[in-house]
């Protein structure tokens, strides 16, 4: 269709009959030249009367917000509006700096135009060019998962082998056992068989001679029966059994390999992608110069109810305990959210969350460990002669339990799994006791690296020992004029595997190397006391100060972003 066959279709929006050959910018108008004088007279509005083909070229400006009749034709750069000539006379924007709208216009357009050359020669590019790699990255991680399952087939293969290796040997050794102890038998079998032999010889020749009559035979006669009353030893046999070893699922899938978890790095922004339950590649979560509070909770804990143990749910609750038989639950407001009192209304030595987030706590009066799943409290472990003191939750759910015992002076840490003891840990190489004796306080954590660290109050002491109970190492502070001893009470561990101590009387954490090197301080955040201490999800702290009741939540490392756990 040709351009005049176009014009054909448009007539003039008054007289709807003429060809348009104008138009009003301002009213959006199509018009002929008869009624472009009807148009112009309507003077409750401004017009702007253009060639039908220039129509849309010019600015169409806006009708003001605050005076309808008015179009805007500035713009305020402090209030980041258009006004029209009116609002500028008005005393809300006296000595506000204003443009003329052509000229904010045709900025504006400048950096839509910037924006659009971006979006275009940049972004879009980029976008397109990181899409792209998908399809071969979800073609790699089938193959990658593919050859991971063969790997996966050929190393049962191999434990079934070593399995059947294991077993023949056992057969062997059976079999050995068994042909030593058939020899044996005919042995004595042959032994007892001979001597019956005699017996038998014996009773015919004594039943002969009380059958004689000759003097002589029978005053010849020897008695053999003192030889016979020596009755050959019974054998008393204890015939071998198979003893299978319990099968701990934990150590059979340590023993067998691990998987590596997916490990992406977004090169673009920096940002590390993670699953939080792999210790082995957690990212690099470095210690910030300067520690800052990023919340606090006011407690109801006081003067005669001292805070005394503080255990993490999540990023926004916190269990705590202090000098009475109630726990409670707190929010990041402030608020008391739940309170669960001990089943045998004592005073609970120590408070702690498991991974299913259900609290245990400790009764050294009642001598038991204790679960709180929902408002029902379930006794785990009950001890005889034994008190315990201070308890931990593993990654293996298991709970390090420390103990100690008036009779003979001794402590130590038990482990269990549910009510049974798994592991006894109290001596070192030397057979000396790791820890002090005596009720002081001995807050206990595991590390990421499955070592166990204890603050041994009584020793001014952190004492750590492999998942195995072998020493590693003794931490004793570090000394200086300002300060006094070490005061170790709380102990926690981060995702890095640092260690870290509530120093109480001295008012500041050490932090350290899972080797126990001294790392730093915190000592800028204006502690007061600080008893116990846990890490949250996202790598904070919340630590519990004993007589203020304030439990104070505070980032130390520098944060990852996570975008999706694998």
Known sequence: MALNDLQDLVRCQLCKTSVPNLYCDICHLSLCKVCVGEHLSDKSKKHKIVSFFERGSRPNYPKCLTHSTKQCELYCEQCDILLCLQCVSSCEHLGHTTVDILQWFERKKEVLSRELQELEKSIYPSYKEIVSYIPSQRADLKRNSLQIIIELCKHKDNWLREIDVIIKTMKDELNRMESKHLIFLKRQEEEI?????????????????????????????KSRNSEFRNLPPQPIVTLPKFIPFTIDREDIYHQFGKLNPILVRAEDVGHILYSEDAESSQPDMPLLAEPRIIAEIHTNYGTSDKLRSVSAVNDTEIWTCGDSNMMKLYNLQDELVKSIKTKSENMPSNIEV??????????????????????????????????????????????????????????KIIRYCGSIEKQSIKLNDRGQPLYS??????????????????????????????????????????????????????????????????????????????????????????????????????????????????????????????????
């Not at 032999?197 to 005053?219: F, M, P, Q, R």
């Not at 593993?394 to 390090?400: C, H, I, N, R, V």
């Open 193 to 221: 068989n001979r001597s019956i032999s005699k017996i038998t010889e014996s009773i015919v020749d004594l039943h002969n001679l009380l059958a004689s009559n000759d003097i002589n035979l029978v005053y010849e006669h």
């Open 354 to 411: 498991t991974r299913n987030g259900d609290l245990v706590y400790t009764d050294y009066v009642d001598r038991t460990v204790n679960i709180v799943q929902n408002t029902n409290i379930r006794e785990v472990v009950k001890l005889k002669g034994w008190i315990p003191r201070f308890v931990c939750c593993t990654s293996s759910d298991d709970l390090l339990v420390f103990m100690d015992n008036d009779h003979d002076k001794q402590s």
């Open 437 to 566: 004796y005596g009720p002081s306080y001995k807050y206990i954590s595991e590390n990421k690296n499955l070592d166990i660290c204890v603050a041994d109050w009584g020793a001014s002491a952190v004492v750590v020992v492999n998942k195995a109970g072998k020493h590693l190492f003794t931490y004793t502070g570090q000394h200086s004029t300002d300060k006094g001893l070490f005061d170790p009470y709380g102990i926690t561990t981060d995702s890095q595997s640092r260690i870290l101590i509530a120093d109480s009387f001295n008012n500041r954490i050490h932090i350290l190397h899972q080797d126990g090197q001294f790392l730093c301080f915190i000592d800028n955040c204006g502690l007061d006391c600080p008893v116990d201490l846990c890490v949250d999800t996202e790598g904070n702290i919340f630590v519990a100060e004993r007589f203020t009741g304030r439990v104070k939540k505070i980032q130390y490392q520098k944060q990852t972003v996570l975008i999706y756990q694998v």
